[in-house]
């Protein structure tokens, strides 16, 4: 649990200052889930540099509630969280300052969106919480108040978590968490999951995470997790502390994060990861006649694929489709063995390339339109799927034919101004793991919108 907050002081010298306005949001990692903003009567003068700045001036503070009157709240809504703020050691400090003046130790840990934004979104040109959310562009009101700032960085908070493929800020959170608040028993844990589509991360006392899936249910997956008799659900029940989940909205989504933080985290009950996660492949080549052949074949790591398939099976399949939809010929596909016509031929299906009847250029032509519609191979484009909520949108982003990262937006400019995508979009690596995912993906999912990007 975190709780994300905003201070307004009145300024002075170093440990002097006071509080004018306050906003603390509890945020779970998902959701808002408390919150408390109040301004604060500071009982002593603001400088006047901070009320041009704030709008803030004593006046409006005259019948505000004094610190040690909403103290007591703070303690509360920051329970067994971490203070997450831009540039936490200053908002912190404030805190501590003014607890100390009650004669109260005040201890929490603290996270800094400042130190996070540097690691996770880099070569950023300004770090500033105003600068920041305009370059990502993360809607802000109230810029210099308490609950503007406090919001935006709820926001921000929310894209990083997204970018941190390393989990370490949930870890980190797991760790700090009081033992007793951890679940006694697997139904309490299965009753604060959602049935929503995303991954879901299985921890251990200590916080570390010892297995990673996927699922469109995270509840019922997590339920199968917790009720399979076979050898590794058993070792799951007995260690298990805690489940953390992301939703995603989009599969898509949750299948490329799951790939490549199983890669990254190396949980002990995930199996280790084949070298790659699809055994056959869809290659082209020109006979002797001129004419585009398709085959399905093992995958080889030295040819460049059309697409790429989890069995033999699923390819032929997708083979005996696109024959259909491009009015293909079965020999020149490997699906009608014969030195001679094919099947399609003899029942007036095929035009005769399999005995070079039909003009090469023609049928080449429909073959080059079949490889430009499956492979996105030197494209630039977006995908665009389904949000975790129904005023968001999850995208993909492809350049040259290279997966770039993925995500969430709900404004149309985020998308449509390429640096500010840049900025939204969580990088990841672009391998035949992901290029796999995402063809399997586009090839399922007729309601998948593309953009080709001029």
Sequence with gaps: MYAIL???????????EGITEIAIYRFDGHKVTDQFISLVNPEREIQPFVVNLTGINSKMLKNAPKFYEVA??????????ILVA??????????????????????????CTVELSKQLIP???????????????????????????AMATVKLFKMLLSKDLDKTIIKDNIQVEKKSTIAPN?????????????????????????????SNNIRKRIIQHFTGTNSKSKKIQRLVSTVTYEKTGSELAALLKESAEIKKNKPIFNRALRRTIFTHALYSYKDENGYINLKI????????????????????NFLFKVVEDYNLCQKLTGLYSTKSSCFKYEVKECHGACIQEED????????????????????????????????????????????????????????TNRAILSSVITPMTNDRDTQHIIQSYMRRNKRLKVINLT
């Design 6 to 16: 905003d201070i307004e002081t009145t300024g002075g010298k170093y440990n002097e």
């Design 72 to 81: 007591k709240r703070i303690v509360e809504i920051t329970e067994d969280c």
């Design 86 to 111: 831009h540039n936490s050691s200053f908002d912190y400090r404030i805190l501590k300052t003014e607890f100390k003046r009650l004669g109260f130790p005040y201890k929490r840990k603290t996270l």
């Design 123 to 149: 070569d950023m040109e300004s770090y500033s919480l105003g600068k920041l959310a305009r370059a990502l562009g993360i809607p802000m009101s109230d810029r210099h108040r308490a609950n503007g700032d």
């Design 186 to 214: 697997l139904k309490d844990i299965i009753d604060e999951l959602p049935s929503e589509t995303g991954v879901y991360y299985i921890h251990n006392a200590d916080g570390d995470i010892i297995y990673i899936g996927k």
């Design 297 to 316: 074949d093992k995958a080889d790591g030295n040819a460049i694929p059309i697409i790429t398939f989890s069995t033999r099976l699923s390819g032929n």
């Design 360 to 415: 090469v250029e023609a049928y080449n032509k429909r073959v080059q339109s079949l490889i430009d519609k499956y492979s996105y191979d030197n494209k630039d484009m977006l995908l665009i799927d389904k949000g975790r909520d129904i005023e968001e949108k999850c995208v993909f982003l492809i350049e040259n034919g290279i997966f770039k990262g993925f995500g969430f937006f709900d404004l149309n400019h985020q998308i």
